[in-house]
């Protein structure tokens, strides 16, 4: 397939207005968008640059241009209007620090690739190469998005990656309803947008410490305090988790449990400016996590050797549902989510509902049976 789109100067949306009427005049169709941002020493990026299309017509556009535009905000918000984007879940995250809004009918076509066939989590620049013979220069791609002014090699850069979003998705749509993918493309996408979106609950970040499974029942409510506190530092500081402390650290106050500040200073790797600047509080934390009544539900640990045995009895069958229907196996049952059935397989559990309902309930139906009578066995 050849791309009809070329190289073009780039062209800037100036103003607040200027951007409003652009996205009016083309509402009625597809909006690709990407962003580029930094996040080296912030917990929450910092928007770059956001670069906008509407058929062949591409732009950039400052962040403040689009921070200050109802036009922007709106579309993004739109639940009628399809919004376009590759690996979508960066700029998911930045939307809704950056602009505080949900974003609607985000429509990741790094999924619609894996679902049309072409692999799974396939890298854009190997998306372009496969559909239009084109090759991407991506020397720009770790570059300076802040500063000002930008070079023409970051422009170029940054309009070549919303550049082919447009025939990308009229070719994927296109295999999509060949295949009876479609339906399934939005649903994956809907869903994914939502996960990503309770990523966000200070509280999730918890079982994340997966190195925090061996720790007793009152050990991880330690955690499990030390790590909210923690995310709420990080938030209103906006700084990176390890700027503030590290997990390992945090890991090793809750198998500690210290009661003063020479037992916290005394914890391996523990920054002395951190045991100045809150060893009170992580005291109070530990205290409070330890005589909390409300324990937290424990971190998942590793798999035992007889789990390891029946994961790999139930991930062949996932996988010969993903052959059946030529879908990554990494698409249809991720392995956290099978993992999950080890545990809690049946008709009222979410682990199971995440492969009995929709697109995947409909394509694992035939081997619901012999996963059942594994699980159950």
Not at 307 to 315: H, I
Request: aromatic fraction near 8%; charged fraction near 30%.
């Amino acid at each position: 397939m050849t791309s009809k789109a070329g190289s073009a100067s780039p062209r800037w949306l100036e103003s607040p207005a200027e951007l409003n009427d652009w996205l009016s005049a083309g509402r009625s169709s597809p909006l690709a968008l990407d962003t580029e941002f930094e996040r080296v020493s912030t917990f929450f990026p910092i928007p770059g640059l956001v670069q906008l299309g509407q058929g062949d017509d591409l732009r950039l556009v400052e962040p403040s241009v689009a921070e200050a535009s109802e036009g922007f905000r709106s579309a993004m918000a739109d639940p009628e209007r399809p919004k376009l984007l590759y690996a979508m879940s960066e700029d998911l995250e930045l939307f809704r620090h950056w602009l505080g809004i949900e974003p609607r009918h985000m429509l990741d076509l790094q999924i619609a690739a894996s679902l049309a066939g072409l692999g799974f989590s396939l890298g854009y620049a190997r998306l372009v190469e496969t559909l239009f013979n084109e090759t991407l220069d991506k020397s720009a791609t770790r570059s300076d998005w802040i500063s000002r002014p930008l070079s023409d090699k970051q422009c170029q850069y940054a309009l070549d990656d919303i550049r082919y979003l447009q025939p990308a998705y009229e070719y994927l749509l296109a295999a999509l309803k060949e295949r009876g993918f479609e339906d399934a493309w939005r649903e994956e996408t809907a869903r994914f947008a939502e996960e990503l979106g309770k990523q966000s609950d200070p509280s999730m970040y918890f079982h994340r410490l997966r190195g925090g499974w061996q720790l007793s029942e009152e050990q991880q409510s330690v955690l499990y305090h030390l790590s909210l506190w923690r995310e709420n530092e990080c938030r209103g500081r906006d700084r990176p988790r390890g700027r503030i402390l590290a997990d390992n650290v945090l890991i090793g106050i809750a198998e500690r449990m210290p009661q003063n500040k020479g037992a916290l200073g005394a914890i391996d790797e523990m920054p002395s400016v951190v045991v100045r600047r809150y060893g009170d509080t992580l005291l109070e934390l530990v205290e409070s996590g330890r005589s909390s009544d409300v324990k937290p539900d424990k971190i998942e640990p590793p798999l035992t050797r007889d789990e390891q045995a029946l994961f790999k009895q139930v991930k062949g069958l996932f996988r010969k549902a993903a052959e059946d229907n030529d879908v990554p196996v990494e698409l249809l049952a991720p392995r956290k989510r099978v993992e999950a059935c080890l545990k809690a397989w049946g008709e009222n559990t979410d682990a199971s509902r995440f492969f009995l309902e929709g697109w995947r309930g409909a394509l694992i139906q035939p081997f619901v049976n012999d996963i059942s009578m594994v699980l159950k066995a």
